[in-house]
């Protein structure tokens, strides 16, 4: 209790930089700043905000939100149709660039509670591969209220290249409006990119992509 209060505290008076030229030389009084009615109310309301943030990533969890899941073509259609945003990656086990993508959604995933991120593997769906209309793997589709609305197919979209960063997909899937921007101090206490530090990953086989 002591400690949020000391947070909320501090909040108030970097929002009281203004009049420090004034107080400079003015002791503040912790105990009795503690008794103020107006920083109780912001810590309560600090609180209330912890809460209700923390119910809608529990209630996003229980939806799949969080993790990078594989996902059978029965299951396809509840997915996709049981969140707002889902990304779906349609791959082939043996493709090395499938393989390169998974592991830039894995890291992105948990950073991205909002959006659903989920794989497809494409032998084992015949039906959506057929419906969707996919030809070329690794294929990425995004999804909004269970429609297809975009797709990113192979690499072109980050310069043809195996060796692109975790960054640059992710700025891509903000630009498209599929998952959201952080901000700096969700970036801080995410501690960046958890699967993949140097968010690159260096390919040795050929660089086309491949293709079912």
Do not use: W
């Not at 003015?26 to 119910?55: N, T």
């Amino acid at each position: 209790m002591r400690q949020h209060l000391i947070l909320v505290l501090q909040e108030v008076l970097s929002q009281q930089k203004a009049l420090a030229s004034s107080s400079i030389n003015q002791e503040v009084d912790l105990d009795e700043l503690m008794d103020d009615p107006e920083l109780e109310r912001l810590h309560a309301d600090r609180i209330a905000a912890l809460k209700k943030e923390a119910e809608k990533r529990q209630a996003l969890k229980k939806q799949g939100h969080g993790e990078y899941r594989e996902v059978t073509e029965a299951d396809f259609l509840g997915e996709v149709t049981g969140s707002e945003k889902v990304i779906c990656h349609f791959y082939h086990r043996e493709f090395y660039r499938c393989k390169i993508m998974d592991k830039h959604l894995k890291s992105l995933a948990p950073r991205h509670m909002d959006t659903k991120f989920i794989k497809l593997d494409a032998e084992n769906a015949p039906f959506f591969v057929a419906k969707l209309g996919v030809k070329t793997l690794p294929c990425v589709i995004l999804f909004r209220k269970g429609i297809a609305v975009d797709r990113l197919i192979g690499f072109q979209d980050m310069g043809g290249k195996d060796d692109f960063a975790t960054r640059t997909l992710e700025a891509l899937l903000i630009k498209k409006g599929i998952v959201s921007e952080k901000k700096k101090d969700e970036d801080d206490e995410d501690g960046g990119y958890p699967e993949s530090r140097r968010n690159t990953v260096r390919s040795s086989v050929d660089p086309n992509s491949d293709s079912d």
